[in-house]
């Protein structure tokens, strides 16, 4: 069920209610996973910026191959037909650019509002703000931020 909320935002009280657990104890067992980097938990970015934003985290799972084959998805064909494929892409894409820049994780973030604005990856370095959004298409193009 963990794979199937990867990229998406992490909701422990849903998860919790279908398992018939704690709140507490899916937190407590998401700790772990994240803790052995099974997990990346994306904090939500909150600056005063006049906007209602996201404040729950991204939950995603760290290795492509796991999430894979939990969402038993064996060959390259059936990840193209798959709807997580934007997902497991978001997240592999997400992990390159922290490794590349080195980014410590409690520097990385993303950003979201509630109108529908969001950047999939917000690296923050003291004064420094880089912004990632990260699509898997054919055909991409520029979009108006809102």
């Given at each position: 069920?963990l794979?199937?909320?990867?990229g998406?935002?992490w909701?422990?009280a849903?998860?919790a209610?279908?398992?018939a657990?704690s709140?507490?104890?899916?937190?407590?067992?998401?700790?772990?996973?994240r803790?052995?980097f099974l997990v990346?938990m994306?904090?939500?970015?909150?600056e005063?910026?006049?906007?209602?934003?996201?404040?729950?985290?991204?939950?995603?799972?760290?290795d492509?191959?796991i999430l894979?084959a939990l969402?038993?998805?064996p060959t390259?064909?059936?990840?193209e037909?798959?709807?997580?494929?934007?997902?497991?892409?978001?997240?592999f894409?997400i992990?390159?650019?922290?490794?590349?820049?080195r980014a410590?994780?409690?520097e990385?973030?993303?950003?979201?509002?509630?109108?529908?604005?969001?950047?999939?990856l917000?690296v923050?370095h003291?004064r420094?703000?880089l912004?990632f959004e990260?699509?898997?298409?054919n055909?991409?193009?520029?979009?108006q931020?809102?």
């Amino acid at each position: 069920m963990l794979a199937h909320y990867h990229g998406q935002i992490w909701n422990s009280a849903e998860l919790a209610k279908a398992f018939a657990l704690s709140d507490k104890t899916v937190k407590s067992h998401l700790d772990i996973l994240r803790d052995t980097f099974l997990v990346r938990m994306l904090q939500p970015y909150s600056e005063n910026v006049g906007k209602r934003v996201v404040k729950s985290p991204k939950i995603y799972i760290q290795d492509p191959g796991i999430l894979h084959a939990l969402l038993g998805l064996p060959t390259l064909g059936d990840l193209e037909r798959h709807p997580e494929l934007g997902f497991s892409f978001e997240g592999f894409a997400i992990d390159e650019i922290v490794r590349h820049l080195r980014a410590d994780p409690r520097e990385s973030y993303f950003w979201a509002t509630h109108q529908g604005a969001e950047l999939d990856l917000l690296v923050v370095h003291g004064r420094q703000r880089l912004g990632f959004e990260i699509e898997c298409t054919n055909a991409p193009s520029v979009t108006q931020s809102t």
